[in-house]
């Protein structure tokens, strides 16, 4: 098809038609359901309109059609809303700066090893409502040295959790992805739900045969259902490969409830797989 979005044709050699291919049409209703998505978050319920959506004629909440203009211009938008974004983190990362520098810190938090790593009394405390109560002004409260004890943790992990309480993320490399079960754990004991949702979206991204059952063991610690279920499906999906493994001996000597739920897991998928074939001999 002569389609007027893709062609290599020249403009003015193409037929005076406004024909457009599959893929681009697809792509066109894709883009604006999209949008339509991101301006309605809350339904069809959610009738307020926001500047953006006021400045767009036709793709207000009331409105039941939007024009590709319109998703030009709300794309425009959301690219400047990007920039403004990136300016704002910029400018939070200076916080990063003065923990990394040692700028006016007050406190010293000190790991399962290495030495204390200084910090600010008052980042700590907006971050987790643990620490908050820890460091309040109580007497009984407030560490009488000037240093709180995070033992759990090794020095690097301490190292990862404090970074990201100041800058809201981590490097994207092995080693800060190496500590993600540690830092999962901490953020559930010390109330960290930003921290403990990241958390969770990395280690599903890299899920597999390989750390199911060190995802599903990490689950069960920080009770997090959706982990749990996730991990349990890969077990259950690669059970060969998970179940005779040497890890799975280790793994079961300390997690025998587990262990015991897996094996119905895997019963019941046995289960389903004989009942699906029997429904299939049947005609």
Same mark, same amino acid.
């Given at each position: ?5 893709c ?15 599959s893929?681009c ?13 991101v ?19 036709g793709?207000?909440?009331g409105?039941?059609s939007?024009?590709?203009l319109?998703? #030009?211009?709300k ?6 809303? %990007?920039g403004q974004l990136?300016?704002? =983190? @910029?400018f939070?990362?200076? /916080?990063?700066?003065?923990f ?8 010293l ?8 790593i ?10 987790s ?20 004890s ?14 990201f ?6 490097k994207p490399?092995?080693?800060a992805?190496n500590h ?8 559930d004991? #010390?109330d ?7 958390? %969770?979206?990395?280690?599903l991204?890299? =899920? @597999?045969?390989a750390n199911? /059952? ?6 069960e610690?920080c009770s ?19 179940v005779?493994s040497?890890?799975?001996d280790a ?6 409830h ?5 094996t119905?897991a895997?019963?019941?998928?046995m289960?389903?797989?004989r009942?699906d ?7």
């Amino acid at each position: 098809m002569d389609c007027c979005i893709c062609s290599p044709m020249i403009a003015v050699y193409r037929p005076p038609r406004n024909t457009i291919c599959s893929r681009c049409y697809e792509g066109a209703r894709s883009m604006v359901d999209f949008f339509k998505d991101v301006e309605i978050p809350g339904g069809a319920g959610d009738q307020k309109a926001t500047g953006s959506e006021k400045s767009i004629p036709g793709s207000g909440p009331g409105s039941s059609s939007m024009g590709m203009l319109d998703v #030009y211009k709300k794309m425009k938008d959301h690219r400047e809303k %990007e920039g403004q974004l990136n300016e704002r =983190l @910029g400018f939070v990362d200076g /916080l990063l700066g003065a923990f990394r520098e040692g700028i006016h810190t007050d406190i010293l938090v000190q790991g399962g090893s290495g030495p204390p790593i200084p910090a600010h009394r008052a980042l700590l405390a907006t971050r987790s409502e643990i620490f908050k109560t820890v460091l309040s002004s109580d007497e009984c409260k407030a560490p009488a040295d000037g240093t709180i004890s995070l033992p759990e943790l090794s020095h690097e992990e301490l190292q990862c959790l404090l970074e990201f309480l100041y800058c809201g993320t981590l490097k994207p490399d092995d080693k800060a992805n190496n500590h993600l079960y540690s830092l999962l754990i901490a953020a559930d004991k #010390y109330d960290i739900p930003y921290l403990k949702s990241f958390c %969770e979206v990395r280690i599903l991204r890299s =899920l @597999g045969p390989a750390n199911a /059952l060190r995802v599903l063991e990490v689950s069960e610690i920080c009770s997090n259902a959706k982990l749990k279920e996730e991990a349990m499906n890969s077990v259950v999906k690669h059970m060969e490969d998970v179940v005779l493994s040497r890890a799975y001996d280790a793994f079961a000597v300390k997690n025998a409830h587990l262990c015991v739920e897996i094996t119905r897991a895997l019963l019941m998928e046995m289960k389903t797989k004989r009942d699906d074939q029997t429904f299939i001999d049947s005609f």
